[in-house]
């Protein structure tokens, strides 16, 4: 999962950038980068670890023009823990093109071959979206004429389309010409656009979350669209056009209930008031299938699982506490890529109030349960707390299948869920008792009567993978590459200062 922005503005828009991707954080802590065009020179800036510790002022300074797209990634399957990895990625031809891109390609080694073989492209690097900046490139290319037009953008976008399978929002920059932002298909991943007025010109951002155009100042306007492309031109003039027939609108459901920010809105559905309805319908299950149950107080699992958690109280009309505290200055542990590292930083990042514990039943809700590691620990810390009785209760179903859509969860075998009853799982993780929601209350909770969007991709509860073309071997595959024994576990030393081009 990876957060992506691109800004058309009257001025220097790093800083815009920057910002915007200080927001989007949560959505990935691995490396950052920026990408500018000013007057036909393209500057470039990655690094690994955070926002605030890969730019200075002196980079700031350096990344000077009116176009400009940034990218904060977390690792998917099979890449480097290395710069040269992190995105932006950069051709120069045509153009100059600068590319970001949130998603993963299901068909990404045929796509490298045939670059290869066919368009003589060649790839640097284990990204996806190199192959994927590489495709556009060739596109382009292909459809570009004597004067540069809006249908050439749209032409190869189209391009892009009929050649790639999978996941993909996409921000890219052609040097003096304009950004560009696209989408799949299906929609799977988010990105929304938004636009402000500066001194009577209007200036556009991309995003992957509405959070960030909210705290850049830029006011949304409407989320892109599955299998369209919106391209702002070098005078700040918007186009817009769906670049195939072949689309259906399924974004990925695991966006609401775990990596958007509460306060984004999300094709048209508000994260916040989803995540309160699954608390709601969390709630009149237990009620239904527990009805004699001795919960003593509700406790949610810093933060994701907060706004359910109170929610889920104040139905079941048991008081909700906040039993642990969470150390902010630790990533989450979600997308830390080895289970050792996973498994230490637990304890680093809450800290457990004893006396709320003392002599009671307490009833944990956390988001989701993926390996149960972080849940096993937390639930022995509740118990040295000095808790009575300690209940699990999800927020979603049991993730029984893997993420092919750019979510890097562990092999198959290392879920919690494989291959066991809920019983089993309950007894794995500690918990005198184990409640999860059910897909279609999750569905029910996330869908919204305003929105276009009437089904979503959960894949990873129910196995249907709506792109259709997801095999045994790919699932095979994938699973090789996310088991923590195959994890990069000697990052590469790289050089990332800043480039020129």
């Not at 949560?26 to 000013?38: F, K, M, V, Y």
């Not at 809700?365 to 993926?370: E, G, L, N, R, T």
């Not at 937390?378 to 299948?401: F, H, L, Q, T």
Request: contains cysteine.
């Amino acid at each position: 999962m990876c957060g992506i922005v691109a800004v058309y503005g009257t001025n220097n828009v790093v800083r815009d950038i920057y910002e915007s991707l200080t927001v989007l954080q949560h959505r990935g802590q691995d490396a950052s980068g920026i990408l500018t065009n000013h007057e036909g020179k393209i500057t470039l800036r990655k690094s690994l670890g955070l926002v605030r510790d890969g730019f200075d002022a002196k980079h700031i300074a350096r990344l000077k023009g009116k176009l400009g797209i940034g990218h904060v990634r977390y690792p998917t399957a099979g890449q480097a823990d290395s710069s040269s990895e992190a995105q932006p990625f950069y051709v120069n031809s045509p153009y100059g093109i600068g590319l970001a891109h949130n998603g993963n390609l299901i068909n990404s080694a045929e796509l490298k071959n045939n670059l290869f073989s066919e368009d003589l492209r060649h790839i640097n690097t284990k990204s996806d979206s190199e192959i994927l900046l590489n495709i556009f490139a060739h596109e382009l290319h292909l459809h570009s004429k004597e004067t540069f037009t809006p249908d050439d953008v749209f032409y190869a976008v189209a391009g892009v389309h009929r050649r790639v399978k999978g996941a993909y929002a996409v921000v890219t920059l052609i040097s003096d010409r304009g950004i560009v932002a696209f989408r799949d298909p299906m929609g799977i991943r988010p990105l929304c656009f938004g636009t402000k007025e500066v001194d009577g010109k209007i200036e556009t951002m991309i995003a992957s979350e509405s959070v960030a155009l909210d705290g850049a100042g830029f006011k949304l306007e409407r989320d892109i669209m599955p299998g369209e492309a919106v391209f702002v031109d070098i005078n700040g003039n918007i186009h817009s056009r769906l670049c195939t027939e072949d689309t259906k609108y399924t974004p990925c459901i695991f966006e609401y209930v775990y990596f958007a920010r509460p306060d984004s809105i999300i094709d048209g559905i508000s994260v916040y008031t989803a995540r309160m309805k699954m608390g709601q319908n969390l709630a009149k299950k237990i009620i239904k299938t527990w009805k004699d149950h001795d919960i003593d107080v509700v406790m949610p699992i810093p933060d994701t699982s907060r706004i359910s958690a109170l929610e889920l109280s104040v139905s079941l009309k048991v008081p909700f506490r906040e039993g642990f505290i969470k150390n902010r200055y630790i990533g989450r542990t979600f997308i830390m890529p080895e289970q050792a590292q996973r498994a230490k930083s637990v304890r680093r990042k809450l800290n457990a109030i004893a006396s709320e514990f003392k002599g009671k039943n307490v009833l944990l809700v956390d988001d989701s349960i993926v390996r149960g590691t972080t849940s096993k620990q937390i639930i022995d810390m509740a118990r040295e707390a000095g808790a009575n009785k300690v209940y699990m209760a999800s927020a979603a179903p049991a993730v029984k299948y893997p993420n092919v859509y750019g979510i890097d969860m562990p092999a198959s075998n290392e879920f919690a869920a494989d291959g066991r009853t809920e019983k089993e799982i309950s007894n794995l993780i500690g918990a005198d008792k184990l409640i999860y929601q059910d897909l279609p209350d999750l569905i029910k909770s996330v869908k919204d009567s305003g929105s276009m969007v009437k089904d979503f991709d959960s894949s990873c509860f129910d196995g249907k993978y709506v792109t259709k073309d997801v095999t045994e071997e790919y699932l095979e595959k994938l699973d090789d590459l996310r088991k923590d024994s195959a994890k990069n576990k000697n990052p590469e030393d790289s050089d990332d200062d800043v480039m020129v081009y």
